[in-house]
């Protein structure tokens, strides 16, 4: 029998199935809604309590992409309000960004329990949503917050302390890694990761001056 060259890849039907339904959402409105009633990971919708799309102000230049929901998030529906979301917001302003200007999104919608890391699988089940908001949202640039959003612009086998604070070009956007704002609390205020966290949101600043 003859084969295709090239490698020979599995696919995950229900990732192209969300990748359908995802491109198909003509804009943030209709996406959001979909979203609700995604059932991609049986895990995951199983025990979440709301699916956190995120947030997309008109215009948003600079997009942050974090892990996933924690359990605020997943009580309020929305991105990054808890604890690391305060620092985040403290940092954000440091820089001089307006929250409230800055699209916020995670590589999941959706809360893993106990707060586990993203599977693979759920990575790359929920990454047509990302996408498709990142389409949506149409930022300049794209800071990802922590090695699972690095890893999902960047591959696997990347770190952090590597490549964090410097633009390099992914799936045909801009993308600068940083820290993720729970790794700054969790060195606290003289830790490493809270300075490149300052020094990285500086630095995405100054690119969109
Ligand atoms: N951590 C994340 O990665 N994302 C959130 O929305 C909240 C905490």
Not at 12 to 28: I, K
Not at 65 to 92: I, M, S, Y
Request: with cysteine; hydrophobic share 45%; proline share 9%.
């Amino acid at each position: 029998m003859n084969r295709p060259a090239g490698p020979r890849q599995k696919v995950d039907p229900v990732s192209l199935e969300v990748f359908s339904t995802a491109a198909a959402c003509p804009d943030w409105a209709a996406l959001a809604g979909t979203a609700q009633g995604c059932v991609a990971c049986p895990e995951l919708a199983a025990t979440r309590a709301t699916v956190v799309v995120g947030d997309a102000p008109a215009g948003a230049r600079l997009a942050l992409v974090g892990e996933a929901p924690g359990a605020d998030e997943d009580r309020t529906g929305r991105p990054f309000v808890g604890r690391a979301g305060r620092l985040l917001d403290q940092v954000l302003a440091e820089a001089g960004l307006d929250r409230s200007a800055v699209a916020v999104l995670n590589v999941l919608q959706c809360r893993p329990p106990g707060n586990r890391p993203p599977t693979a699988t759920e990575a790359v089940r929920c990454r047509g949503w990302l996408e498709r908001k990142l389409d949506l949202a149409g930022p300049e640039l794209v800071v990802t917050l922590g090695l699972s959003a690095a890893v999902a612009f960047l591959g696997r086998g990347v770190k952090l302390g590597e490549i964090r604070g410097r633009v390099h070009p992914a799936y045909g956007r801009q993308v600068l890694p940083t820290y993720h704002p729970s790794a700054a609390l969790r060195f606290g205020p003289a830790g490493a990761p809270l300075a490149y966290l300052r020094a990285d949101l500086a630095a995405a600043a100054a690119l969109l001056t």
